[in-house]
């Protein structure tokens, strides 16, 4: 049976001034896979994520998710596809002057007509889904350690019940321990509640830990796509550095026990 693309990206292109970032790439992404997006610093992994979401317009090319050109589409349309994606920035980004159960509540309450004791109970629920303690809800995101800030992240992207979640390096600046625990927790999530998850990262452990497929950017483009032990096959410079230097055996070793 085929597989459903959930998000079809076709000849992309964005450009900031001279620097194209992006020409001619392409990208399929099916419903219910963990795909890891990796690159060189630089190569447009964060402005691909964006262009995917619409807070970049892209030069040129098409974005379709869920069938709807997120380009095209009127105001209405888009807004019923974002209520089906969660996005959880680098940092976080969340509200600082609102405590975590305000951070959850915030798309809720923007894009959902829900009362506010359904709201705050739906908040708790998230909160606790990412391992947080009750006491979390109450405080503001300056109490909060850089683990609890990225799963207060991860709650508010869960916040409206996503199909599609987009991390941006949820590991980064995470301690080993910690960064393994997450890399547990969204895997679980993932299976859990069936999402199709896009991620961002540098992190090899986190690509053996949660990635059922990689996407390696390189030369403006999409150059290949595969599972690990695919792209370990592949005859590239930037993708045999990456997937056969030392940290990579270190981590194909720890992912094997
Ligand atoms: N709004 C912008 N205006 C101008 N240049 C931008 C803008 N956003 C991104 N860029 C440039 O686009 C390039 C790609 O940036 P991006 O953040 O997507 O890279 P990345 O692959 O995610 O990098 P890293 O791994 O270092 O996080 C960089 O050269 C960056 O400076």
Known sequence: MAREVVIEVRGLKNQFGPNVIHEDLDLDIYRGEVLGIVGGSGTGKSVLLRSIVGLQAPRAGSVRVFGVDVRQAPRAEMARVENRWGVMFQDGALFSSLTVRENVE?????????????????????????????????????????????????????????????????????????????????????????????????????????????????????????????????????????FHGPRAHAALLAAEG
């Not at 895997?187 to 998850?197: A, D, E, H, K, P």
């Not at 452990?205 to 990635?211: F, K, P, S």
Request: with cysteine; net charge negative.
């Open 106 to 242: 915030a798309p809720m309450r923007e894009r959902t007509d829900l009362d506010p004791e359904t709201r705050r109970a739906l908040a708790d629920l998230k909160i606790a889904m990412v391992g947080l303690p009750p006491k979390a809800r109450t405080l503001f995101p300056s109490e909060l350690s850089g683990g609890m800030r990225k799963r207060a992240g991860l709650a508010r992207a869960l916040a409206l019940d996503p199909e599609i979640l987009f991390l941006d390096e949820p590991t980064a600046g995470l301690d080993p321990i910690g960064a393994s625990e997450f890399d547990a927790l969204i895997r679980n999530l993932q299976t859990s509640l069936g999402l199709t998850v896009f991620l961002v990262t540098h992190d090899l452990d986190t690509l053996h830990a949660t990635c059922d497929r990689i996407a390696v950017l390189a030369e403006r483009k999409v150059l290949v796509t595969g599972t690990i032990r695919e792209l370990m096959e592949v005859d590239h410079p930037w993708v045999r550095d990456y």
